[in-house]
């Protein structure tokens, strides 16, 4: 068990170790730097699919998608084929703070998807609404208080992306990771035993401008992703500064980052092999359609089962025979860019996830052959945050690093992360956590 009894965790979603490790060379990023050399610092591999929701929900819960149940931020199977999106209420498993072995501890969690709607807790919480609300913290007046101190925190549903100039979308998402690493040194300041604060501009700048970073280093200095590294150095810089001899610092992200070229419509090849039919008006006749592409994120695909979907168009008896036929169909298709396969695998969620939350998995799991070409999800929800806009998509390797600490240098999941952070708050892990912490 660790000696230290205080935590603050950084998530600096989507960034990658190769960035990481040319700005810090660079003299870019001096706080990131910092940390590396007073602490350590290993891999961190997204399980599955690489994903904000079931990374975050297994650092909040210690235990993986196939458990807790968040493969997305929408449903994966919705009766009317319409994802909704997933709340707390979704949830198969308690949060850290709701455990009882780490009851008597203050938790500050700030930005993190899977915490809304609000639920009490001995501590202070401003969740991740999907929506606008202004019922998004713990204690009520949480929020309020804070713009009293000068910090007034911005979600991210509230700075959305309709194609807006650089220079008007990033500085709202700088400043937005701003206030929220000053939220997280106030609320340490007051006395969280653990800080858990989630920083999404690295992730956001990544998806709109990662053609900026493909003008090689004439490019760098005017990069919307570099200014958002830096924006998280400085709450990293802040967390380092103000950090007593009781407490470590632990930053990681759950994904990675890397080129895009295109997103690929699942549903056309699956309407090419037979599997959809699309009306005149392009709409999915569901009555005959025996499978369609799952949500964004998933990289799945659903089988439109009788009993499951309003119009189900199999037996459940035929489920199996259906779904062979469906991996051989995906199997055979190929990337008209590249002439080369489009799938390295088509696989049985089965295979991919295990746990009790599996049937809430898409029916099939896709891994691209070339990840610079994904699936495009769902397409009302595509639509809705002009995915095909994109020049950047999330990879599975990512990175963590650990002050105040000894730790081993492994590769780790955040199911990890999550056994990590209880051990540094001094107590004893959950049996049923699926990780094992990093700290010798």
């Known amino acids: 068990m660790a000696t230290r009894s205080r935590v603050i965790v950084v998530i600096t979603e989507g960034a990658t170790p190769e960035l990481l490790d040319r700005w810090t060379a660079q003299g870019r ?8 050399a007073a602490g350590t610092r290993g891999a961190l591999d997204a399980e599955g699919v690489p994903y904000e929701p079931p990374g975050l929900l297994s650092l909040l819960t210690g235990h993986r998608a ?63 609404p999907m929506y606008p609300t202004l019922r998004a913290c713990h204690p009520p007046r949480l929020q309020r208080d804070l713009a009293a101190r000068g910090i007034r925190i911005a979600h991210d549903a509230s700075i959305w992306w309709r194609g807006q100039a650089k220079a008007d979308i990033l500085p709202m998402l700088l400043e937005a990771d701003r206030r929220r690493g000053q939220a997280a040194m106030r609320l340490y300041a007051d006395g969280a035993d653990a800080v858990l604060v989630n920083l999404t501009a690295i992730d956001r700048s990544s998806h709109i401008f990662w053609q900026e970073l493909e003008l090689g280093e004439d490019g760098v200095e005017s990069s919307a992703i570099l200014a958002a590294y830096q924006a998280a150095d400085r709450v990293i810089g802040d967390a380092l500064d103000n950090a007593d001899e009781r407490t470590a ?9 890397g080129p ?12 090419a092999a037979g599997l959809l039919t699309a009306s005149h008006g392009g709409a999915v006749d569901w009555g005959s359609t025996l499978a369609f592409e799952a949500v964004q994120g ?22 199996e025979r259906v779904r062979a036929d469906v991996v051989a169909a995906l199997r055979e298709v190929l990337n008209p860019r590249t002439g080369l396969p489009m799938f390295a695998a088509v696989r049985p969620r089965e295979e991919v996830h295990r746990g009790d939350a599996v ?18 999800g769902d397409q009302r929800w595509a639509n809705h945050v002009h995915r095909t806009w994109q020049s950047g998509w ?20 955040t199911v990890d992360v999550a056994a990590t952070v209880v051990d540094l708050l001094g107590r004893e892990k959950p049996a049923r956590f699926a990780g094992s912490s990093l700290v010798r």
Not at 402 to 411: E, K, S, V
């Open 249 to 257: 610092v632990l930053a990681f992200s759950e994904i990675g980052f």
């Open 359 to 376: 049937r809430a998995a898409p029916d099939l799991v896709l891994e691209p052959a070339d990840w610079r070409y994904l699936p495009l």
């Open 29 to 36: 990023l001096p706080n990131f730097a910092r940390l590396f």
């Open 260 to 271: 895009l070229r295109a997103y690929c419509a699942v549903n056309d090849d699956l309407a």
């Open 66 to 128: 196939g458990d807790h149940g968040f493969f997305s931020y929408w449903t994966c199977h919705d009766p009317e084929y319409r994802p909704q999106v997933l709340s707390g209420e979704h949830r198969r498993q308690p949060l850290l703070w709701q455990l009882p072995e780490l009851a008597g501890l203050k938790f500050a969690s700030i930005g993190l998807f899977g915490t809304h709607p609000v639920e009490p807790l001995d501590g202070w919480l401003i969740s991740y």
């Open 394 to 413: 999330h990879r599975r390797r990512s990175y963590w690093a650990l002050a105040g600490a000894p730790a081993a240098p492994r590769t780790a999941g």
């Open 298 to 319: 998933t990289h799945g695909v659903n089988l439109n089962v009788r009993g499951r979907y309003k119009h189900g168009a199999i037996a459940p008896e035929d489920y």
